[in-house]
Every structure is written in structure tokens, then in C-alpha cells.
């Protein structure tokens, strides 16, 4: 199902570049959503509970 | 599932926008309006921003699927003008890309659900995309016109998913929100297909006017909106739709059905010698009932999932309560 790798790459650097670039800020973004999301969920879930632990 | 050489063929370099696009945003905005007037509806205990990150994982669940859809139906989507600029088939993602992302969203997904509200709703969001992408898409589509009638749970599934995220249960006016998508499913998508069939019998898929006709699928069409009208006014008697949406669930079925019978009545779908290659949502003369129907489907539906969620959020009187 791949394309050899010639196949994916760009004629033009600039706009491969570019659009990696583009690409690696998005990725960057939707993992640092998701550890903020994963953050929430523990405070929000946990609440006033995490007090309540024996320490 | 073969492959076009075109399909290996990268055009231009795949931005961000193209990965976006193999979620199919506005499929997953359908869904996210179907998740939330279903968890609203549930009235349960959820927390806002729970809620609100349980809406998104159904989203992103949602958008899985729409991937895997995309990476498995590249070929066929290449010989259809409505799907053939999709990113898959027009080079600018590559069919492996778009597996990847399908994999790596559907588990981030139902993880991040199961521990946000519960494993039931995870459990449906999980069944969903394997119902879609697996049942639907590789098997149902390419093998049989009722490809889009069993498929359609797929799509109704969001708000029973909703409400399990708000209650942990899944009771009975949540089905019946995903029985009313369902049974609206074939009307729509048939009438659809009734002006578009040239695209599918190209493509190879047996949707119902390619193998059964123009006729039957016109009649099926009104045996199914006959049985989808009345439906939409049970909520009003099991306490989910007040008197607001028995109104509006009545007056917009009413014209469901005579839409539906005028589809019933004309020739749409059939070959009379019209030609109109000017776009594709030109239609011919003949289709123009069909085209009706369609639109106002999505009108209705809406409105419907509209009603219920304001009656739910303005607290409006349900049935019965001025006896």
C-alpha cells in the first residue's frame, strides 16, 4: 500500500518544507491537547477527593 | 481494495488541512449535534467540562472512522466526482497516512472517553467505529444495496453514546433517538443516490437505484419515510419531546410524507435522455423531487435534535401538561 519514497516526497523543497512545518506544529498541538485534557479529567475527576487520602 | 496509480502519486505536499479533511468535518459536526442532544436530553450528573471533552472524543471517534473510510475506499472514491478531490485519492495524503491516523485517533478516543465518563460509553464509541469502518466500509458497501440501511447504525449510534456518557445507561429514549436516525437514514440517502446514481454504478457500488432501479428505490423510499414520520412523534409519549417538538415533529413529518410521495410519483432516477454534466449537484429536471427530499431531510432531522435539546435546556412543558 506504500508508495516508494521518492513517490511521497515534493518537486519543490520550499513548499515540502512548508508544509511539514505546518504539519509538525499541528502534531505538537494536538499532543499538548491532549496531555492538558488528560490533566483536566484527573483534577476535575479527582475534585475535593484528593484531600481525602490517608497520608 | 485495488489502487489507481494516480492514488500513489503525490501532487503537491500534504499540509495539515489535507489530514483534517480525511476526518470529514462535516459528517463530525452532524455527530457532535447528535452526541450532545443526547447527552443533554439524559439530564445526568456529567460535569460541563466532562461533558465537553466526552462531545470531543465522540468528535475525534467519529473522525477515526471518516479516516479508515477514506484509506480503504480510495479507489472508489477516485471514479466519483463528489469524492475523487477527497485527499487519498487525489495524492496529496497517502492511503498508509490515512490507516495511521484512523488507528492512532480511534484508540486516543475511546481511552480518553472511557476514563473521562464511563467504559459503557467508551464500549459504544469503540463498537461504533469498528461498525463503520469494518462492517460498513469493507464489508456492507461493495456487497449489497442495503449497504446504507444496516450501515446507518453507525451514524445513529452518536447520541445513544452521549447519554451513556451522562448516565452510564443506555435506556430506551435513547435508542429511540437512534432508532429516528436510523429509519431517516434510507429516505435520505436514497433519495440522494437517485441523482447520483451514474457516479456509484461507475464506482462499482450497489447502492439501491443501480441494482434494484429508480422505481423501487422510489418506492422504497416511501415505505421507509411511512414508518419514519410516525416514529418521530413517539418522544412526545415517553417523556423525551414536550409539546413544542409534537408540533414540530408532526408539521415537518407531514411534509416528509408528501415530499416523499411526490419522489414516489415522478420519474427521478430514471434515464430519460437528459444530460447535464454542469456540476454535480445540477440536477436533472426529473430528479428535482428527490433533490426536495433530500434537502428537507437534513432540514427535519435537525430540527427535530434541535427541539428536543432547547425544549431540555429551556425546561419547555412536556405532553400533558395542561390536562
Known sequence: MSAPLQDRRSQDPQAEAKARRGRNIALALGLVLFVVLVFVVTVVRLGASVADRPL | MAM????SR???PA?????VQLLKPRVMSLVIFTAITGL???????NPVLGAIAILCIAVGAGASASFNMWYDADIDAKMRRTRARPVPSGKVQGADALALGVVLSLFSVMLLGMTTNWLAAGLLAFTIFFYAVVYTM???RSTPQNI????LAGALPPVIGWAAATGAAPLNAWLLCAIIF???PPHFWALSLYTSEDYEKAGVPMMPVTAGAASTRKQILIYSLLFTPLCIVPAFTGLGGLTYLAVAAAGGLVFLVLAWRVFRSRAGERIGERNDDGLYDVKASSKDARNLFAFSILYLTLLFATLLAE??????AVGAFQ
Open chain 2, 4 to 7: 489507481s496509480p494516480a492514488l
Open chain 2, 10 to 12: 503525490a501532487s503537491s
Open chain 2, 15 to 19: 499540509r495539515w488541512q489535507d489530514y
Open chain 2, 40 to 46: 443533554v436530553c439524559a439530564q445526568g450528573p456529567v
Open chain 2, 139 to 141: 464489508w456492507l458497501k
Open chain 2, 149 to 152: 440501511v444496516i450501515g446507518g
Open chain 2, 183 to 185: 429509519m431517516w437514514t
Open chain 2, 312 to 317: 431540555h435546556l429551556l425546561d419547555l412543558p
